[in-house]
């Protein structure tokens, strides 16, 4: 182990937390590294002082009275709220059936005149694209070329012309102009 | 654990239970409280929405911890929303890690002195600096214990450790033989 593994593991080495290989190991070191040792020695001294100032700093807090009594009366006042709503909803329904109905309605309503003025948003935006002339068109373009197979007979060497149909890609780009045919491999 | 159950089930005499779980944890939740938060009132009033949150919560706790670490693990996820309300606030540690340390004078090289600036001192850190060092140094707790109660890996416990203790070193001063130049820190 050296002083840069030692110093990753100084907080598990002084926990006991390390395997006992490891443990090991780190003992091993500190025995022949004085900085390693002094780094120990510090963080111990260091963490005594803290205990010891953290300890004094909280000193002679305690809970304050009634906080039994208030901890419940708050967890009577939360349930008491969540079913006093649910009671003045029900209350409400009762008395004003027509108006919950409207109510009910009118929030269905909204919520899909919203959806559906957010799709024919999109929709008008994209017409618009295509107006403007920045629509990207792709288009796949079937193209008849010809392979050359060459096969050995005895001394010879014959060649075969294969058909292959394969796909050209081609694009336009924003302003219209078309981009440059790129061949797309097919099966056979 | 017991206690606590049996504080929420429904038609048991609840405030009896509570109390118990008061007396058993209740100071030593809100000392470490303070140390978080800083404020005597605020930490009172942590330590009360921690006891409202347990009972509340009581039934998830499945008693593979000790009743103190599962109150203090609600007490910092409260301290949290604490600590997000004081985002707007800035932290002193960059300024403290430029400064030089602290020269000593005679009359203040006493322990005692420096243990009562170094508790001021954390006040000063990030809350999540602050976190790790109450927890280490205050609460005792190993690294893997740290990481499991604020959710985050051993790594960056160490990383924000090793931070903390370079910023609060810096408020000790060398005759105290705690920091002398040599270590890997």
Redesign the interface.
């Known amino acids: 182990m050296n ?2 593994a ?3 593991l ?3 080495y002084l ?1 006991g ?1 390390l395997d006992a290989e490891v443990q090991a190991a780190a003992r091993q070191h500190l025995q022949h590294c ?3 040792r ?2 120990l020695l ?2 111990q ?3 005594n ?11 002679g ?4 009275p009634g ?6 009366k ?2 009577e006042s939360r349930s008491t709220s969540v079913w006093a709503r649910l009671v003045a909803w029900k209350s409400f329904i009762l008395i004003r059936p027509g108006l919950a109905a409207a109510l009910l309605l009118g929030g269905v309503l909204l919520i899909f005149g919203t959806t559906f003025r957010h799709r024919s948003a999109q929709a008008d935006s994209l017409q618009g694209n295509e107006q403007n002339g920045l629509c990207t068109c792709v288009i796949d373009v079937p193209i008849q070329t010809q392979s050359h197979v060459f096969r050995r007979q005895g001394n010879t060497v014959v060649d075969s012309i294969v058909a292959d149909l394969s796909f050209a890609h081609a694009g336009l780009s924003e302003e219209g102009n078309q981009l440059p045919l790129r061949s797309r491999p097919t099966s056979r | 654990m017991a206690e606590a159950q049996r504080a929420c089930e429904p038609g048991k005499p ?2 009896i239970d ?2 118990v779980l ?1 007396d058993s944890h ?2 030593r ?4 409280a ?2 978080l938060c800083g404020d ?1 009132t605020e ?2 009033d942590l ?2 929405e921690t ?2 949150q347990a ?2 919560s009581v039934h998830r706790f499945r008693g593979e911890s000790a009743v103190y670490t599962w109150l203090h693990g609600i007490l910092l996820n409260l301290s949290h929303r604490h600590f997000r309300k004081q985002r707007h606030l800035l932290f002193e540690e960059e300024r403290i890690l430029k400064e030089p340390s602290i020269p000593t004078s005679p009359d203040q090289a006493d ?2 002195f ?3 600036g ?3 001192a ?1 006040q000063k850190l990030s809350p999540e600096h602050r976190e790790v ?2 927890l ?3 609460g ?1 707790l ?3 214990e740290i990481a499991e109660q604020t959710g985050v890996s051993k790594g960056t416990v ?1 990383s924000r ?1 090793h931070y903390a ?1 370079r910023c ?2 810096k408020l ?1 001063p060398r005759e ?5 130049t ?4």
């Open positions: 002083c840069h030692f110093s990753d100084l907080y598990e926990d937390t004085d900085a390693c002094h780094a510090r963080e001294a260091f963490s002082l803290m205990r010891q100032s953290l300890s004094q700093a909280a000193a807090l305690s809970v304050r906080t039994r009594h208030r901890v419940l708050a967890i | 609840a405030s509570l109390q008061i209740g100071d939740l809100l000392r470490s303070f140390l005597r930490a009172q330590v009360q006891f409202l009972l509340i322990q005692s420096y243990a009562n170094l508790a001021v954390v060092i109450v280490r140094y205050y005792n190993k690294i893997e160490k450790l203790v609060l070193e000790i105290m033989n705690l920091f002398v040599g270590g890997t820190h």
